[in-house]
Nanobody
Framework: VQLQASGGGLVQAGGSLRLSCTAS????????MGWFRQAPGKEREFVAA???????NYADSVKGRFTISRVNAKNTVYLQMNRLKPEDTAVYYC??????????????????WGQGTLVTVSS
């Protein structure tokens, strides 16, 4: 099993980034795909998740700015991040939770994790 995240980097406040996560080694359509993040000195927190059918959930802090999407044929999930703020600075992780319907927002529900990609937003 592998989750390969990419797309992080340094961006100015107000800018945009798109993260990608490509999965292998499991049946992608059978998993909820999620994004979490961990800021320096803070616990990891839920950002967004989507099931195979396109149902989704977002953390309140990113609603209206971030968009999660997935292309099942490519085993890939994306996180489009717009109007970035310095407080969005964190290591972003993609994760997979077995299940096809209920969107999971807690870490313990996720079976597989990627290595993380760093997003730094300068003020």
């Amino acid at each position: 099993v592998q989750l390969q995240a990419s797309g992080g980097g340094l961006v100015q406040a107000g800018g945009s980034l798109r993260l990608s996560c490509t999965a292998s080694g499991f049946t992608f359509n059978s998993y909820i795909m999620g994004w979490f993040r961990q800021a320096p000195g803070k616990e990891r927190e839920f950002v967004a998740a989507m099931n195979w059918n396109g149902d989704y959930n977002y953390a309140d802090s990113v609603k209206g700015r971030f968009t999660i999407s997935r292309v099942n044929a490519k085993n890939t999930v994306y996180l489009q991040m717009n109007r970035l703020k310095p407080e969005d600075t964190a290591v972003y992780y993609c994760a997979a939770s077995f299940g096809m319907d209920e969107i999971q927002i807690v870490e313990r529900a996720y079976n597989y994790w990627g290595q993380g990609t760093l997003v730094t937003v300068s003020s």
